[in-house]
Nanobody, 121 residues
Framework: QVQLVESGGGLVQAGGSLRLSCAAS????????MGWYRQAPGKQRTLVAV???????NYADSVKGRFTISRDNAKNTVYLQMNTLRPEDTAVYYC???????????????WGKGTLVTVSS
């Protein structure tokens, strides 16, 4: 059974930084795209950043230059370094990964349960 577990959320003042982590575990054969999404109260979940297995990245325009996504393939972990945080970054942040596992050999998208990031003004 594959699981994604996020950590690193919390309360921070505007202008501050946080680093989110998401570790994938289970009978994993391969990890493809790994990404972060966020959902603010009353809004839809949207893409923040994604990194593929080759290390290529893509960011939402609203976070370019402030957030950095990276991954450690040896640890099956993806990170999101968030700098110069703004109140509008407040949201639940979800990790997502496209995984092939021994139980599901075809590419399947998995989600973590989310971690709350609150940025105070």
């Amino acid at each position: 059974q594959v699981q994604l577990v996020e950590s690193g959320g919390g309360l921070v003042q505007a202008g501050g930084s946080l680093r989110l982590s998401c570790a994938a575990s289970g009978s994993i054969i391969s990890l493809n795209d790994m990404g972060w999404y966020r959902q603010a109260p009353g809004k839809q979940r949207t893409l923040v950043a994604v990194v593929n297995s080759g290390g290529n990245t893509n960011y939402a325009d609203s976070v370019k230059g402030r957030f950095t996504i990276s991954r450690d393939n040896a640890k099956n972990t993806v990170y999101l370094q968030m700098n110069t945080l703004r109140p509008e970054d407040t949201a639940v942040y979800y990790c997502s990964a496209e995984i092939r596992s021994s139980l599901r050999p075809t590419r399947t998208n998995y989600w973590g349960k989310g971690t709350l990031v609150t940025v105070s003004s």
